[in-house]
């Protein structure tokens, strides 16, 4: 084959290439305004109504986001509290549902002083109260580092996370008969369901926590010569505390469910014991006030985190 038609051919290929790219450059172009008549023939849409403004002196109680006075706060807290009293007691008075099945508020209190009086009920709040403290404080003393480690360390994350979404979803009252193998009749298997039943969510709820604190103040802190130990001392963990302490708050409910559960395992004690002997006899005045004590408890416990939460972390909206 001679140099001439060897370049011929050649000429002839860049030919057809430039041809075949012309024709996808005009198939382009007219999808293009093909697409741009469809956009034209679309309606358009219909202008906003004209609206008034807010008025200047409209009630802070409906507004979004805005805070209420001191006074109002006060008296939406104790509503929500009577409301729910006075349907009880109007059900009890309309004769709606048997006094068996709904006791009077008298016949609560009434039920609740005999306790008292027999001290029964303070054993049985203690009892109660050092279970949950003891259970759900080593799920904090597990969870609040691996939360960390794992908010932190991308390393932490993808070594950990998966494991630990999936046991979340095992429920702890599954792991009863085991407890009773590994650990007996005792404390330690009441107190190892309630860790169980709060250490994984707090430890994925903490992660969560740590993995909002901006990156921008990583970098910050770097730039202004932090090293590694020092972000994570002096800028992750005082910015993700006060969400560490609305998981803390969100689980510590968690652990006073598990432990009338955890208290079906041979206890000698404890309120979830009482509230199953009371239903033993169909006593429904004890397992309201029964109930009615341990709500009290969580509210103070809610209201004393919430209140750490507010003086640790003043910055956090």
Not at 207 to 234: I, M
Request: charged fraction near 20%.
């Amino acid at each position: 084959m001679s140099a001439t038609d060897a370049s011929g051919r050649a000429a002839q290929r860049t030919d057809a290439a430039d041809e075949a790219e012309a024709r996808r450059l005009e198939d382009e172009q007219r999808l293009a305004e093909a697409q741009e008549e469809r956009r034209g023939t679309r309606p358009d849409w219909s202008p906003l109504p004209r609206r008034a403004g807010l008025k200047p002196n409209a009630s802070p109680l409906f507004s979004l986001r805005t805070p209420i006075p001191a006074r109002w706060r006060w008296t939406l807290a104790v509503a929500s509290f009577v409301i729910p009293l006075l349907i009880w007691v109007t059900l009890n008075a309309l004769g709606t549902i048997k006094p068996m099945f709904l006791p009077t508020p008298v016949a609560v209190f009434d039920a609740l002083v005999k306790m008292i009086e027999s001290g029964e009920l303070f054993s049985d709040l203690w009892a109660t109260t050092q279970r949950v403290l003891l259970g759900f404080g080593l799920a904090i003393l597990v969870s609040v580092p691996l939360g960390i480690v794992m908010g932190t360390f991308d390393a932490g994350l993808a070594l950990f996370e998966p494991v630990i979404a999936m046991l979340r979803y095992l429920p702890a009252s599954a792991f009863i008969p085991l407890l009773m193998i590994w650990l007996g009749l005792g404390e330690p298997s009441k107190v190892a369901v309630l860790f169980l039943g709060t250490v994984f969510f707090n430890t994925l709820m903490i992660a969560d926590a740590v993995r909002g604190v901006p990156r921008s103040l990583l970098d910050v802190s770097y730039t202004l010569g932090a090293r590694r130990g020092e972000v994570l001392r002096k800028v992750i963990v005082p910015h993700a505390l006060p969400g560490m302490i609305d998981a803390t708050r969100v689980n510590a409910a968690a652990a006073w469910n598990f432990v009338v559960v955890a208290e079906l395992i041979n206890a000698t004690a404890g309120l979830g014991l009482r509230i199953m002997r009371a239903q033993r006899f169909t006593q429904t005045d004890r397992i309201f006030a029964l109930l009615i004590v341990i709500g009290l408890l969580g509210l103070v416990i809610d209201i004393a985190l919430r209140l750490l939460r507010a003086r640790v972390g003043k910055w956090a909206a």
